[in-house]
């Protein structure tokens, strides 16, 4: 079946400090890929997504870029803030109704 | 505004007890979903819906009971019966078709007493 795997947090960074969060998956056919941000006792919220191969989705300086030969949708920011700090859930699906969640990683971002 | 609401934020449940919570959409949304998030985890499905009167079991069903009388609302039911049913319980909702995004409600915890 289809699956998610993402780095393990929890990630500690400085101010301006430079942002990768690693996600790989595994589908059976050609699946959307998503990542989406949830912040402290709320819920999660589209961070960005990409439909097809080598698409890139963007928002709020955070990039990925949907890498069919490598199963990657690695998620990229190049000055993270304080504001930033939140808990970062890649996700796919390839039928709208099934989608698949990795863990989550946590970021800290410290002044 | 268009959204997705979530009532109570908060939900005590005693010993034996059903509990229901309340999932409501106005996005127009034909599918609807439930997910249980603990811990450090990801999210696991419970039930899923894309039709009125018709749900689907997703991955960990047991103990719990939903109803899809309207297309807004997808109250889900946590029975006596779910034994460990401490967690952070989150509605979603998408348009029907294939790779649909999915849009989130602000989530109900659940605590036991």
């Known amino acids: 079946g289809n699956s998610v795997t993402q780095m393990e947090g929890p990630v500690t960074l400085s101010e301006e400090a430079f942002l990768t969060i690693n996600c790989t998956y595994t589908a059976t056919g050609y699946p959307s890929l998503f990542w989406y941000v949830q912040y402290p006792g709320e819920g999660l919220q589209l961070l960005l997504k990409?439909?097809?191969?080598?698409d890139k989705g963007s928002n709020k300086g955070f990039e990925a870029t949907y890498r069919k030969e490598t199963t990657s949708f690695h998620l990229e920011k190049g000055s993270v803030q304080v504001s930033d700090s939140a808990v970062y859930f890649c996700?796919?699906?390839?039928?709208?109704?099934?989608?698949?969640f990795g863990a989550g990683t946590r970021l800290t971002v410290k002044p | 505004d268009g959204g997705i609401t979530q009532s109570p934020k908060y939900l005590f449940r005693k010993e034996g007890q059903n509990v229901t919570l309340s999932c409501e959409q106005n996005l127009n949304h034909d599918a609807m979903y439930w997910y249980r998030q603990d811990p450090g985890q990801g999210l696991r499905l419970i039930y899923y819906?894309?039709?009125?009167?018709?749900?689907q079991k997703g991955d960990i069903a047991e103990g719990y009971s939903v109803s899809r009388e309207k297309k807004e609302s997808f109250p889900l039911t946590v029975t006596s019966a779910q034994k460990n049913p401490t967690a952070f319980y989150l509605c979603a909702s998408s348009n029907s078709g294939s790779r649909e995004t999915q849009y989130f409600g602000p989530g109900t915890r659940l605590l036991v007493l």
């Open positions: 990409a439909t097809k191969a080598d």
């Open positions: 819906s894309q039709i009125v009167n018709d749900f």
């Open positions: 996700a796919l699906t390839d039928s709208g109704l099934d989608m698949r």
